[in-house]
């Protein structure tokens, strides 16, 4: 029987979460947000720094708290509700990878400052979309203690923030990691991108034949685990995002008048409500339930939970998104409307790392096909 | 007292023994999937002995009170037996009324000599009960029944009718929603609730052909029924109360039934298993892209709908809709089954267009189930009164 679990540490993370992205980014602290350069205001991430919540999953030997990406999840998903944008997301994946796939150098070189506070980034995706390993335009060629580095890499969150990009390409033929300092980048190597989602900071990454020490490329490269996470957290943050578009939603049917009725009587809309916090509950509780996988280190069903979690998601928040728009009516079309912001980040949620039918296609043989032996 | 770990585990597998072993063989007919498709006496009798069997064995009613039948043991051994029920695949248990809307309701608020007088009766099988909320004009408006009980005496007079009685020419009692007054504030004030003996005279139960062509529950009549007052649960008006705390249990969205399997529960397994035998177009139907990621979605689903039970029981993570996942168990289990079956058929390619017979994919069970799918998708209320329902309840939206 499929359990859920979840621990005293990621309900005390939860509840110090709720409050503080309650406080920090109310819808129009979240508009603010959108004008000014960076994906949040220093003072706020100084402030989740002092709650230890950059060093969450680092052991406790690099200077984190030594728990797992789990007790991260209710974090995330606070921050998807209230549409919080900062480099919390990018950083925790590139302590994933360096944890995962780093040498013990470059971890006690990084994971402290990470879970100080420096903010970092993760570049897997290439600039046309895809991060198919198998068809990797990037490249890396090691040659004594140098290594030459040739990316053209799309979907880099923060980067301009970031002091250490691990960047996916092939090294020397061979899908591999390669750990980029921004002091490293040569001038205009990174160009912000026009994404649908305003709460992020988004960046093209460019090198050329960029030399670099060969120590920064990473000894192993632990895709699965890093793609896992990412599901994992994006998915954390839709199920968030549902239940914030949907306050939205209800707010909006529970005060608008047409017709001399409340539009929230009408069955048309009121149906499709249902449907959405359905869909909400369903979201949360794959998220919590791949999670549980996660922090139990049930290995073997780590990978089908996150993409289940991924592929339900995706198509929920984005339903939600699109009908809390339409169902605001002229309203929903302006900027102004809140419907908006939630239905661009569900879209950025969708189409980051696959949409339904990517993970569909992907878990069928993990559902459906006998096991050969 | 607490349970320990040892307890459960060897209750586990002696539950898991027993219903290996004793798993009736295949009776040579075709069985019901749910107590409201028992649609002949052999099939009935054959459900009800069954049970009987079950209840002397001790796996259901494990957690109600010894003074009235049960065992007065802790649910996590219910829980078990349930679970085994279903994993070997048994007959259901066909009392299911009985056993998980009025028992429970009865333990609940009825006296102690409501407790004393059907408890026991409702877990052996013996007294069967059928249920007459719903009304020829009144299906999912409960609120609005006509069917009316005068006060003559020390008894009651029902004139009216009742419909989807299910089990109704084998019931001994009924729960029974009916109109004692039309002058209170307004009309769920005059309702009133009785445990009503249907071997009264001017009670009728007249067998309905369904969809699929068998028989399986009445409609109702009351033709100057007499039935004694005592047998009113609650007091005169207070039936509405009633009534709403029986579709709690019904609904699943409160516990204490007694337990066992209801039904003959289909699994995303089976449609699994089904898309690797079946073919389409000369090919295995599981192959197919298409089929492939339907498969995968409707495998997510079921999922989602067993992890919200799951969630549900870590109140850390109830939602700002803490009722959501409960009031929500009938809509999203009767709307995937029904679903699950039209997708089942949908793999058959043309013999999808067969019907009970043995030329039909598996005797033609997936046509029927679908057929009787929509018994879980309106009856207890429709999937559509029941989105009302949650986003009036759980949402806070306007009623229309």
């Known amino acids: 029987m499929a359990t859920i679990e979840f621990s005293e540490e990621q309900t005390m993370l939860m509840e110090t979460a709720v409050d503080f992205c309650r406080k920090h980014s109310p819808l129009d602290r979240v508009r603010t947000q959108i004008e000014q350069e960076a994906s949040v205001d220093p003072s706020v991430w100084q402030e989740m720094v002092d709650l230890g919540w950059l060093g969450i999953t680092i052991p406790e030997t690099y200077g984190g708290l030594g728990l797992s990406l789990a007790d991260v999840v209710p974090i995330v998903e606070s921050m998807g509700r209230h549409l919080m944008g900062s480099p919390f997301l990018p950083t925790t994946l590139a302590a994933q990878a360096l944890l995962t796939s780093g040498s013990e150098g470059q971890k006690e070189q990084w994971l402290p400052q990470i879970a100080a506070g420096m903010p970092a980034s993760i570049a897997l995706t290439e600039d046309d979309g895809n991060w198919n390993l198998a068809e990797l335009g990037s490249f890396a060629n090691v040659q004594g203690d140098k290594v030459r580095l040739t990316a053209k890499k799309g979907f880099v969150l923060d980067a301009s923030q970031a002091k250490v990009i691990v960047v996916s390409a092939n090294v020397d033929g061979k899908p591999g990691l390669v750990l980029v300092q921004a002091e490293q980048l040569p001038q205009g190597a990174l160009v912000r991108e026009t994404v649908i989602d305003e709460t992020r900071r988004s960046f093209t990454l460019e090198v050329d034949d960029l030399e670099l020490p060969a120590e920064q490329v990473l000894p192993e490269a632990d895709f699965a685990s890093i793609e896992q996470a990412a599901l994992l957290l994006l998915s954390a943050e839709m199920s968030g995002g549902l239940a914030g578009v949907l306050h939205v939603i209800i707010d909006y049917l529970t005060t608008r008048k047409q017709f001399d009725q409340y539009i929230g009587s009408y069955q048309s809309l009121k149906h499709p409500t249902v449907e959405i916090l359905l869909s909400m509950e369903a979201c949360r509780s794959h998220v919590y339930r791949a999670a549980t996988c996660i922090a139990q280190g049930n290995i073997g069903e780590i990978e089908e939970a996150v993409r289940m979690a991924k592929a339900q998601g995706s198509e929920a928040f984005a339903f939600a998104g699109d009908r809390a728009v339409q169902f605001h009516g002229g309203f929903g079309f302006t900027y102004d409307c809140d419907a908006q912001l939630f239905l661009r980040r569900a879209l950025w949620c969708q189409y980051q790392f696959g949409d339904a039918a990517y993970h569909r296609n992907l878990l069928a043989p993990l559902l459906l096909d006998e096991v050969a032996l | ?400």
């Open chain 2, 1 to 400: 007292m607490t349970t320990t770990q040892a307890e459960i585990a060897e209750f586990e597998e002696q539950a898991d023994r027993w219903f290996a072993e004793n798993k009736p063989a295949n009776p040579g007919f075709i069985l019901p999937e749910t107590f409201m498709e028992v649609g002949t006496d052999q099939q009935f009798e054959f459900l009800r002995d069954w049970q009987q069997k079950v209840y002397e064995n001790g796996y259901v009613g494990m957690s109600w009170p010894k003074e009235y039948g049960g065992l007065g043991m802790d649910q996590v051994f219910q829980d078990i037996a349930t679970k085994a029920m279903a994993k070997h695949r048994v007959p259901f248990l066909p009392n299911t009324i009985g056993l998980n809307w009025a028992g429970p309701l009865i333990l609940a608020m009825g006296t102690e000599e409501e407790k004393q007088r059907y408890i026991k009766g409702i877990l052996s099988a013996e007294d069967i009960w059928c249920q007459g909320f719903s009304e020829p004009d009144h299906g999912s408006d409960l609120g609005s029944a006509q069917c009316k009980a005068v006060k003559d005496g020390d008894e009651y007079i029902i004139n009216g009718s009742k419909i989807w009685t299910s089990l109704g020419s084998y019931a001994k009692y009924m729960i029974l929603i009916a109109r004692t007054s039309t002058d209170g504030p307004n009309k769920y004030a005059g309702l009133s609730f009785f445990l009503a003996p249907m071997q009264s005279e001017g009670i009728e139960p007249r067998p309905i052909k369904k969809l699929t062509g068998e028989y399986g529950f009445c409609q109702t009549f009351f033709n100057d029924a007499r039935i004694p007052a005592s047998c009113m649960m609650g007091k005169e008006g207070e039936g509405w109360k009633v009534a709403m705390a029986t579709l709690m249990f019904e609904r699943g969205a409160a516990g204490g039934q007694a337990g066992g399997l209801a039904m003959m529960d289909l699994s995303i397994d089976d449609i699994v298993e089904l898309a690797r035998r079946a073919k389409r177009n000369g090919k295995p139907a599981i192959e197919d892209p298409h089929v492939r990621e339907q498969l995968v979605d409707l495998i997510t689903e079921a999922r989602g709908n067993s992890y919200m039970s799951a969630r549900a029981k870590v109140p850390a993570l109830a939602t700002d809709w803490p009722t959501a996942i409960s009031m929500s168990g009938k809509l999203r289990s009767s709307e995937l089954k029904r679903r699950m079956c039209q997708f089942a058929i949908s793999l058959q390619g043309a013999n999808g267009a067969r019907y009970v017979s043995p030329e039909a994919v598996d005797g033609g069970m997936w046509q029927r189930s679908y057929l009787n799918a929509f018994s879980g998708t309106i009856g207890g209320g429709t999937s559509q009164i029941q989105h009302n329902i949650i986003g009036e309840r759980v949402l806070g939206l306007p009623k229309g």
